[in-house]
């Protein structure tokens, strides 16, 4: 079971949502709702869920179960400063421990640092990953750096401040094929080899392959980014083994069906239910929370409409308590909404949203227009 911290923009909103899981408004106008804090639960075990509610109850909330066919779901709803006037000298993962360890992690300003035996990552401010593609058909910028200019770019967006360099060697383009390890080693490993003596900038493998990652480690690469979200049970001992950052995306499906009627219930519940599970899967072979990254995947199995909902409602991945990483740079969505030539100005302008409502770590193929993008916000915020 996961508990989320959910903050409506309007009551408009919270209205729309609350008809669509079938709850009886607990309030009548958007004045009432300004006192009040919303927590929503989602699990597997109804039993687990149905201790929560009352145990939420007992502290003088409410509960409201949802029509839910993908999960038991449920919103609780308190008081403000009814969770924090409780004793609670230990905040547990289950019960209404849950719900008071979510709010912590939704409202704590600071994101825990991510430390290993090679490297450190500290989010006292917005880092920035670089994206190089070596593949032949990625879906922006496909064959343009393979050969000797894959270190030339590499060198240019450290240059222009890049905080990381992702390099990957497979298309996860929509309706992309899968190729072979081998194939993907053969991509990628000249460049990693030739870049980790060359520069202090932490270096990422985009690989959903274990046997790519491994190999990519060993050769000096610091985080494996995995699209599949750790669902390859070597990838996740890899990761254990290693100690090595890891960067858990969420994808439906497939690269080669994943866009094919992609539907949630609750896009960003959905998604934080996945997360959870993934993280006590992955756990239970030894990956640490602590060198975990949430990325929610953007444009990985979702409509436009989903990519808008998870970075507007992005601060609710917080309740995880985990950093988060954003990729929207160039995608097909940003096109569709700020036009064709729009991809760059749309690209920064949805990174600079995913900042303000949380992201950690923006992965970016505009390293230079995003990094003054960057140092701007940061500096706005303080």
């Not at 009551?11 to 006192?35: K, Q, S």
């Not at 924090?84 to 825990?112: D, W």
């Not at 193929?365 to 706005?380: Q, Y």
């Amino acid at each position: 079971m996961i508990a989320r911290v959910r903050e409506y923009r309007t009551y408009r909103e919270a209205l729309a949502e609350w008809r669509r899981f079938n709850i009886v408004p607990p309030v009548e106008d958007e004045d009432d709702m300004r006192d009040l804090v919303f927590v929503f639960l989602e699990g597997r075990d109804a039993e687990q869920v149905g201790r929560t509610e009352a145990e939420a109850e007992e502290l003088g909330g409410d509960a409201f179960r949802c029509d839910s066919e993908s999960c038991v779901r449920s919103m609780l709803v308190f008081e403000a400063g009814v969770l924090r006037a409780q004793a609670c000298p230990v905040i547990v993962e289950s019960g209404i421990g849950a719900v008071k360890k979510a709010l912590h992690h939704y409202h704590r300003a600071e994101t825990p640092s991510i430390k290993w035996n090679r490297g450190r990552l500290d989010f006292d401010r917005t880092l920035v990953m670089g994206v190089l593609n070596l593949t032949p058909d990625s879906f922006s910028d496909g064959g343009r750096f393979l050969g000797d200019k894959a270190m030339q770019r590499a060198m240019q967006m450290i240059d222009e401040g890049a905080d990381i360099i992702d390099i990957g060697g497979e298309s996860t383009r929509p309706g992309a094929e899968e190729i072979t390890p081998e194939a993907e080693s053969a991509r990628i490993m000249p460049l990693i080899r030739e870049l980790v003596p060359s520069t202090d900038a932490l270096i990422s493998v985009d690989t959903r392959h274990w046997q790519v990652a491994k190999e990519a480690l060993a050769s000096g690469a610091d985080i494996i980014n995995d699209v599949s979200g750790l669902r390859e049970p070597k990838m996740a001992e890899l990761a254990a083994e290693t100690g090595a950052p890891v960067i858990m995306m969420h994808m439906m499906g497939d690269p080669k069906t994943m866009q094919d009627s992609p539907r949630y219930e609750d896009v960003v519940g959905d998604i934080s239910l996945f997360f959870q599970e993934r993280l006590e899967a992955s756990g239970s072979v030894g990956v640490k929370r602590d060198r975990v990254i949430l990325d929610p995947g953007l444009g990985f199995g979702k409509t436009a409409e989903h990519n808008l909902q998870i970075i507007g409602r992005l601060r609710e991945f917080r309740s995880l308590g985990l950093p988060m990483l954003v990729g929207a740079s160039r995608k097909s969505f940003v096109g569709k909404i700020s036009g064709a030539d729009g991809r760059t100005e749309g690209s920064l302008a949805a990174a600079s949203a995913a900042i303000l409502n949380g992201a950690n770590i923006v992965r970016v193929h505009d390293v230079k227009e995003t990094v003054s993008v960057v140092r701007m916000i940061d500096g706005i915020r303080g």
